[in-house]
């Protein structure tokens, strides 16, 4: 017997339906590409979505077609998700980050059919239009005063290609299966995966990071999400933030300290999110200045591990709670997030930093277990770690044309990559990526737990630790260090810092002076680049 209620499919449309009606005029600000802060709001963005759909379609746009975006986070770039969502095309972000040829690579696999391209990834555009055969039509988000001259034939200003339609247009309806958006995997190690997001996907995703136990977002927030669209959806923020009717403050292209500062300020934000490094610089800005954090109330911190002394630093010094979180662009993001429980509720101090040293637990609609290599599931007792493996209705089934197979098993278990453990409450730790993990004689050391210790030195400004060959052990790790500027900590403040706070085989064998550590596109810490600038070091126990 089935049930008597509506079918009402679970379509991304609906989301900014419902912004413009309950929420009409709350307002989406943005800095701009062109420099100015400019103001909208959720009935104006609709409209101008609305409108987006209408000529999509008019130039032959149809169900199923992919269109990229190459932009930073702003008004413009949502209106143009929805718009491209609302006539049944595919939003494919895009991360400028990444080398060029990787970029056409990407826009080839997807055969996107147009871009829609901010004006500071223009000259990027040019050089990679010519390798991507499907590419026709270039949609800059500007208008004709800003317009620049291009070598593009198809290039047309934004505002006057909106301005061409009157918004006369009804959603399409289909499946909620259907195909809404698309992002690609770095691809730290061979080609870039696509992962193809459902309309249905979105909304349930969107539905379960805004509980209160996950990001926990009203309509009384005002959300800065610095994390881009283009890096795993901004966590779903594009969404969910319509969904719940927040206000939502866009940063555009300027994610250093004074930029993001000014923002949470002026416009009052109280939630934000991004990666460990915009908060480095964020903070570093803070101490310098010497500026409080008046309004905001909460940060979310993923992409990486949050190194304790961050969250010890918001929580202490600005009263801004912190939730640490972890997800990939394969489960839309989110996977868990360390709000607390009944159970570690009253826990203060240190033993409150312990806890959200871990990653957090799944929300309804996450699952997760640890298992070893021949797929037997591991207890929960927050010590013994294998092979996380997660499945639910916001996670992917496959990759685009079927790459990594053998990631997904027949049960609908996709394994991660990370290796993690659980502890009896359901929270769980990334111990490292499977293939950061440092082997020393047949044992594993997490290199994050190293870092995050080290980190926690007043002189050190960042830190990785990464595997170098030895030819007792195996590998053994080595600790490679960015010094806070004016300070000169030695390899054996460093070590006499950390000894006695991880096991002694786990100490670091040297600590390697670096100018910089280089990130990836997501700005995590990039081991591979690492590894190879360490090739050949020789470690003094070797
Ligand atoms: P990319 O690999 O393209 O940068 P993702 O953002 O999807 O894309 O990366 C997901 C990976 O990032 C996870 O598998 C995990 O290794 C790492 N990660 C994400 N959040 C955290 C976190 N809070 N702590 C540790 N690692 C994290």
Known sequence: MLGLMQDWPLLCHKIIDSAARQHGNREIVSRSVEGPIVRTTYRDLRQRA??????????????????????????????????????????????????????????????????FVDLTFLPLVEKLAPAVKSLKKVIVLTDAAHMPQTSLANAVPYEEWLAEADGDFAWKTFDENTAAGMCYTSGTTGNPKGVLYSHRSNVIHAMMAAMPDAMGIS????ILPV????????????????????????????????????????????????????????????????????????????GSACPRAMTKKFQDNYDVEVIHAWGMTEMSPLGSLCTMKPEYAGLTGDARLDIQQKQGYAPFGVEMKVTDDNDNELPWDGKTFGRLKVRGPAVAKAYYGGAGKDQFDEEGWFDTGDVAHIDPNGYMQIT????????????????????????????????AVIGVSHPKWDERPLLVVVRKPGREPSR??????????????????????????????????QKTALREQFRDYRLPTA
């Not at 990444?98 to 696999?109: G, K, R, S, T, V």
């Open 50 to 115: 609305l409108k987006v759909a209408q000529k999509l379609e008019r130039e032959g746009y149809a169900l199923g077609d992919r269109i990229a975006t190459m932009a930073w986070n702003s008004a413009r770039h949502l209106e143009a998700w929805f718009g491209i969502m609302g006539m049944g095309g595919v939003y494919h972000t895009l991360n400028p980050r990444l080398f060029p040829e990787q970029i056409a690579w990407i826009m080839n696999h997807a055969e996107d059919r147009a871009v």
């Open 219 to 222: 309509s009384r927030d005002v």
């Open 492 to 525: 054996e403040d460093i070590l006499a810092y950390m000894e006695g706070k991880v096991a002694k085989w786990w100490m670091p064998d040297d600590v390697a002076f670096v100018p910089e550590i280089p990130h990836t596109a997501t700005g995590k810490i």
């Open 227 to 302: 994390v881009p669209m283009f890096h795993a959806n901004a966590w779903g923020l594009g969404q969910s933030a319509p969904m719940i009717g927040a206000k939502l403050v866009m940063p555009g292209g300027k994610m250093d300290g004074a930029s993001i500062y000014e923002l949470l300020d002026t416009e009052k934000v109280t939630f934000t999110a991004a990666v460990p490094t915009v908060w480095l610089m964020l903070l570093q800005y803070l101490e310098e200045t010497g500026k409080p954090l008046t309004y905001l109330k909460k940060v979310v911190i993923g």
């Open 432 to 463: 490292d990526r499977a293939k950061d993990v440092i082997k020393s004689g047949g044992e594993w050391i997490s290199t994050i737990d190293l870092e995050n210790l080290a980190v926690g030195h007043p002189d050190i400004a960042e830190a």
